[in-house]
């Protein structure tokens, strides 16, 4: 049995260190090719080699007027920054009536709303595109944002966590004589701090790497994102090099990154006490 035991505690080991490893190495190998002299062949590129060249790349992508990797982080934190507060007020509140208060039809609707996450993003694309055209929110903040607001996975994440908290405080606030919006905003919303934080960061790094519907709804390079300029690096009529083109990756990643590392806790806590009800 200890043989077992110790055979089966390494296997999950292992299966963990392959994970991690397969999740690791790209950003890994961009990190190495960017810290490399500029010419060294791809198989000696498994390590970065030249912290001074690799200085000099992303100054050059920083500098660069024809890539204006900046202007396009701005325009993509905007619009990423947008849309999760958005999703956090939209979902929050259909959570809050889906999670402490019943009507006709609730289930219904709930199992409607999480049939949503089995469609395919590029069955919504066209719809979404002409009622974006007729409202005319072409290349515009608006237009990027609003329609990534509904989410059925952050719906999910807030409701599963207020069905823990206790119908109670629902009936404290209205003992206390507040109003049906303000127990969800002076006593609800405030509890679900780990939800909110949670659905802050998935939402933000989804926005922050979200390059199909920016391609879709932005045609000036005044709009673009980041996803659209790194990817413009990559095109068949792209003049720029491979270390220009992965020194642009890496900068695009830091910030989503960052934010991952501070607040990971957070997301554990908050998926782990999703299927916890009180």
């Not at 000696?44 to 900046?70: C, H, M, R």
């Not at 619009?79 to 402490?100: R, W």
């Not at 609730?106 to 395919?120: C, D, E």
């Not at 045609?219 to 690096?233: G, I, R, Y």
């Amino acid at each position: 049995m200890k043989m077992i035991h110790l055979f089966q505690n390494i296997s999950r080991w292992l299966v963990a260190l392959l994970c991690v490893v397969v999740a690791v190495f790209p950003l890994w190998y961009t990190f190495s090719v960017v810290f490399s002299p500029p010419g060294t062949p791809v198989t000696q590129q498994l390590y970065p080699s030249s912290f001074s060249a690799g200085i000099e790349k992303i100054s050059a992508v920083l500098t660069e007027t024809n890539l204006n990797i900046l202007k396009a982080s701005m325009v993509t934190f905007l619009f990423a920054a947008f849309q999760v507060v958005g999703m956090v007020i939209v979902t929050s509140l259909a959570a809050y009536e889906f999670a402490l208060f019943d009507f006709p039809g609730k289930n219904f609707l709930f199992i409607l709303a999480l049939s949503s996450l089995m469609m395919p993003t590029v069955v919504t694309l066209i719809p979404l595109f002409q009622v974006a055209i007729k409202l005319k929110w072409l290349n515009t903040l608006q237009g990027l944002a609003i329609p990534g607001m509904a989410s059925a996975l952050a719906l999910f994440i807030f409701r599963q966590f207020m069905e823990s908290l206790s119908r109670e405080l629902v009936d404290a606030g209205r003992v206390d004589g507040a109003s049906h919006f303000g127990i969800y905003r002076l006593i609800i919303l405030p509890l679900c701090q780990n939800a909110i934080l949670t659905v802050t960061v998935w939402a933000f790094v989804n926005a922050w790497a979200n390059y199909i519907w920016p391609l879709v709804i932005i045609t000036k390079p005044d709009m673009f994102t980041v996803s659209l300029v790194a990817a413009a690096q990559v095109g068949q009529r792209s003049w720029t090099t491979v270390d220009f083109a992965m020194a642009t990756y890496l900068i695009s990643a830091i910030p989503p990154i960052i934010l991952y590392v501070f607040l990971q806790r957070y997301i554990i806590q908050g998926f782990s006490t999703t299927g916890l009800k009180g």
